[in-house]
C-alpha cells in the first residue's frame, strides 16, 4: 500500500508564504513524476506545479515566479515553496505522484488535500 502524507497548508495573509510537504511511503519501485494541483471551490482541479524526470520546471503561469516546488529523491518528498500569495492561491491542494508500484504500470497516487486559505 502507498501512502502520500501532505502537510503545511493553513491560513496566510496576501504576500505572505507558506510550504507544503508531501512525503511519498510504501510499496513504491520507482517515482517518475510528483508534483502538486490544486482546486477551488466551484472549479476543476488544476495543475500548480511538477517535477518530472527531466527536472522542476513545470509551473502553472499563475505561479511563475512565486512559487518553487523542489523534490528529494532519497525520501520520495515534493515540496512546494509558495510565496507573494494571493487571494487567489486559495484551494485545497493535492500532492501527485506516478509511480511504479509491483508490476510495469505506471500508478497515479493522489494526497488527501490541505487546505491553503489567503485572507486578511
Known amino acids: 500500500q502507498v501512502q502520500l502524507v501532505e502537510s503545511g497548508g493553513g491560513l496566510v495573509q496576501p504576500g505572505g508564504s507558506l510550504r507544503l510537504s508531501c512525503a511519498a511511503s510504501?510499496?513504491?519501485?520507482?517515482?517518475?513524476?510528483m508534483g502538486w494541483y490544486r482546486q477551488a471551490p466551484g472549479k476543476q482541479r488544476e495543475l500548480v506545479a511538477a517535477?518530472?524526470?527531466?527536472?522542476?520546471?513545470i509551473y502553472a503561469d499563475s505561479v511563475k515566479g512565486r512559487f518553487t516546488i523542489s523534490r528529494d529523491n532519497a525520501k520520495n518528498t515534493v515540496y512546494l515553496q509558495m510565496a507573494a500569495m494571493k487571494p487567489g492561491d486559495t484551494a485545497v491542494y493535492y500532492c501527485?505522484?506516478?509511480?511504479?508500484?509491483?508490476?510495469?504500470?505506471?500508478?497515479?497516487?493522489w494526497g488527501q488535500g490541505t487546505q491553503v486559505t489567503v485572507s486578511s
Open positions: 517535477c518530472t524526470s527531466g527536472g522542476c520546471t
Open positions: 501527485h505522484v506516478l509511480a511504479k508500484l509491483n508490476g510495469p504500470a505506471w500508478n497515479n497516487i
Open positions: 510504501g510499496s513504491i519501485a520507482s517515482i517518475s513524476t
